[in-house]
């Protein structure tokens, strides 16, 4: 027998987004403006929603777990990313690349199922006002974000279990900031057909099947508020709906250019371009896009600054 003479791999290197010193520094500014304001909004819209009892409504339960999300999951990749462009290398053990693996696609997919979750609230809330109450009461809130949240774990393991059953010898050079399993997937060593299959049927359940329910919700959502006669009820359901298609537009457009194509179909440097929306863009999109139009939210935050103000004008 032919013995073939394999390195195991203990750590990888990042290739990063660009090799320039200079762009790594503007990189690295911009980055950290928007994971700092990416944290802020997020935790703004939780606080905000915990504060005012007006607010204590499903869609609004649905965005607080929205935004916890985006918080996770942007400081599961980003803050790493930060350090190796500061430093200017980026380097990473394989246990932490494992764990960081899991833990953003685990996010990932509990957003994709969310989504549709919020969707199918906003179908109820719109099309069947009458009934939304009781098939949206605080029990079935809890049952959708439990399924969510544990169902996104779930799925998760999958992928990232078939990625690590494979060896990793060779080179360790990872094209691009993070990891993620497409990109990790590319350094395994023997046949990867199996798991490849394996990772685009999981993508199209954890991908396809919410996509779909939030369609066929809006689809719905468009019929229904085409025959209200209230402009000022088609304006509002409008405004809702557009806020909320434009984020999933987004995330959803990106994640399936990464994982549900062949793995040599496009170059490493087009996959963490796009890879740059979903993790860095869409979380900060989240609360500008739900605040920036949102009456109830201006008015919660009207009430928050003139409750502080008179608060300040009794200690003076």
């Not at 930060?82 to 246990?95: E, K, Q, R, V």
């Not at 719109?126 to 949240?149: E, K, T």
């Not at 088609?234 to 405004?239: I, N, P, Q």
Request: hydrophobic letters at 50%.
């Amino acid at each position: 027998m032919q013995t073939k003479n394999l390195t195991s791999v203990t750590e990888f290197d990042f290739v990063g987004l660009s090799n320039d010193r200079n762009i790594q520094i503007l990189l690295f500014i911009i980055f950290l403006t928007i994971y700092l304001v990416t944290i802020l909004g997020n935790l703004g819209i939780i606080l905000l929603v915990l504060v005012d009892s007006h607010l204590h409504t499903p869609m609004y339960f649905f965005l607080t777990n929205l935004s916890g999300i985006e918080i996770c999951y942007v400081t599961s990749t980003v803050p790493q990313m930060l350090a190796h462009l500061l430093t200017g290398t980026g380097t990473i053990s394989f246990t932490r690349c494992a764990a960081q693996m899991y833990i953003a696609l685990s996010l990932g997919c509990t957003e994709c199922i969310l989504l549709g979750a919020m969707a199918y609230d906003r179908y109820l809330a719109i099309c069947a006002p009458l009934l939304y109450a009781g098939a949206m009461n605080r029990g079935r809130q809890w049952q959708l974000a439990s399924v969510s949240w544990s169902g996104g774990f779930l799925i998760a393991m999958i992928d990232v279990i078939s990625t690590l059953q494979h060896p990793f010898c060779g080179t360790n050079r990872i094209n691009h900031f993070c990891c993620e399993v497409p990109m990790l997937l590319k350094l395994a060593c023997g046949d990867t057909h199996f798991t490849e299959f394996a990772i685009f049927v999981v993508a199209v359940v954890i991908l396809l099947v919410p996509l779909s329910i939030i369609l066929t919700s809006y689809g719905l959502i468009l019929f229904s508020v085409l025959q209200m006669k209230s402009a000022a009820g088609r304006s509002k359901a409008f405004s809702i709906c557009a806020s909320h298609l434009l984020v999933v537009t987004l995330f959803y457009g990106t994640i399936i250019t990464m994982y549900m194509k062949p793995q040599s179909s496009t170059s490493g440097d087009f996959d963490k371009q796009m890879a740059v929306f979903y993790i860095v863009v869409t979380p900060l999109l989240n609360p500008i896009i739900y605040t920036l139009r949102n009456k109830d939210v201006h008015a919660a935050v009207a009430k928050v600054l003139r409750r502080r103000g008179s608060k300040q004008m009794v200690k003076l």
